[in-house]
């Protein structure tokens, strides 16, 4: 009668930087739009931090830091991964705010990137978030493209059960 005890079948999903937001099929890396990871969006960063796109726990930081894994109470995973091909940068342009098992929303900073320098390397520094286990997912929220702040609202994705 109260729904108390039912788990929420939406979830909020956030920016995770300030910049020009835009659907994951125009990421210029074939992986990431041809959704071959998985469904998403990406930001093209303005600014150098980085935010979580979503509430959940870090489960994964990649040891070149350049990717970030955060899975939701729901099972959801969800890879923030920074720039394009910047693993081949070895972790030098950025600097990880978060450690596995942190609890993390969309006001926590995870990474700290240096966009100058991940441009001046002839790297994207495009921020693409993608729901790797699209099995648990209905619908995953479209970004508009255009100009957003982080932690602005992109929309809410909603889970199968």
């Known amino acids: 009668m ?17 910049g ?17 990871m998985g469904d998403g969006f990406a930001v093209e960063p303005t600014e150098n931090a ?3 796109p979503l509430k959940g726990t870090v489960s994964t930081v990649f040891p070149t830091k350049h990717a970030i894994g955060i899975t939701t109470d729901k099972g959801l995973e969800v890879l923030v991964h920074i720039g394009l091909d910047t693993v081949e940068l070895d972790g030098a342009p950025f600097i990880s705010k978060v450690k596995e098992g942190q609890e993390v929303d969309q006001n926590t900073q995870i990474s700290e990137m240096n966009i100058a320098d991940i441009r001046q390397a002839g790297y994207d520094p495009t921020i693409v978030i993608v729901f790797t286990n699209m099995d648990l997912v209905k619908t995953v929220p479209e970004p508009q493209s255009g100009e957003i702040s982080h932690s602005a609202e992109i929309g809410m994705l909603e889970y199968n059960k």
């Open 2 to 18: 109260f729904g108390f005890g039912k788990k929420k079948k939406e979830q909020m999903i956030y920016s995770p930087a300030t």
């Open 20 to 36: 020009r937001s835009m659907p994951i099929t125009e990421v210029s890396d074939e992986v990431f739009s041809g959704k071959m």
């Open 50 to 52: 980085v935010y979580a």
